[in-house]
């Protein structure tokens, strides 16, 4: 089964991902992540990257595609495997080289994602960028919500409180749905 973490920067995405794979045994992917590996280089490819990251800017979907099925193909992700960071927009969310099986969505008001995101202090955690962000993620990603809920694959959590207690809501609506309630 793969679950794909929706939400705002600052929701606890890559958090609760990473208590999903642990408590669920699956592993943890995240996009980001994928691509602050990559900045480190200093090819060309990794400059304009890194130029993106800083920008505050999606990087594009066949780039962002060919590194997710990439890196797909070099583990071993067959049982399934939680998502953070991908899909950003719909075009990816139909283009997604794996089967989006659960859309977790989290919830959390824009003025909560920007004091965690100030807390947590990133190096691409400046105010004009994580606005920039926040504003890519009304456009182009909280559309992937709309689109999948007509498919029935929406599970929406609300990402307001402490880690644990949202932990607990995810750990019981994964568990039903594995149960298939
Ligand atoms: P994140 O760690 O998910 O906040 O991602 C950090 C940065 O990586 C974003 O601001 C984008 O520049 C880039 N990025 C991560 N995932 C994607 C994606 N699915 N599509 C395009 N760009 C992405």
Redesign the pocket.
């Known amino acids: 089964m793969n679950i794909v973490l929706i939400g705002p920067?600052g929701s606890g995405?890559?958090t609760q991902g990473k208590l999903i794979s642990d408590n669920f045994g699956m592993p943890y992917i995240?996009?980001?992540?994928?691509?602050?590996e990559i900045m480190t280089g200093t090819d060309e490819f990794s400059i304009s990257?890194k130029k993106?990251?800083d920008?505050?800017?999606?990087?594009?979907?066949e780039?962002?595609n060919k590194i997710?099925r990439q890196h797909l193909e070099r583990g071993k992700y067959y049982k399934g495997f939680v998502v953070?960071?991908?899909?950003?927009?719909v075009n990816?969310s139909m283009s997604a080289p794996f089967v989006l099986d659960i859309i977790l969505h989290i919830r959390v008001p824009e003025s909560i994602s920007i004091e965690r995101l100030l807390k947590r202090g990133?190096w691409?955690d400046n105010e004009v960028?994580i606005r920039k962000?926040l504003s890519?993620y009304n456009q182009e990603t909280a559309p992937i919500i709309e689109y999948w809920r007509k498919h029935d694959k929406v599970v929406d959590i609300d990402g307001v409180g402490g880690v644990d207690e949202i932990h607990q809501l995810i750990y019981e609506k994964i568990t039903n749905l594995i149960n298939g309630n």
Do not use: C, H, W
Not at 30 to 36: A, L, P
Not at 55 to 61: R, S, V
Not at 84 to 89: E, H, L, V, W
């Open positions: 920067q995405k890559s995240s996009t980001g992540d994928m691509f602050r990257i993106m990251m920008e505050g800017a999606l990087i594009d979907d780039t962002t997710v953070d960071g991908y899909p950003r927009s990816q990133r691409d960028n962000r890519l």
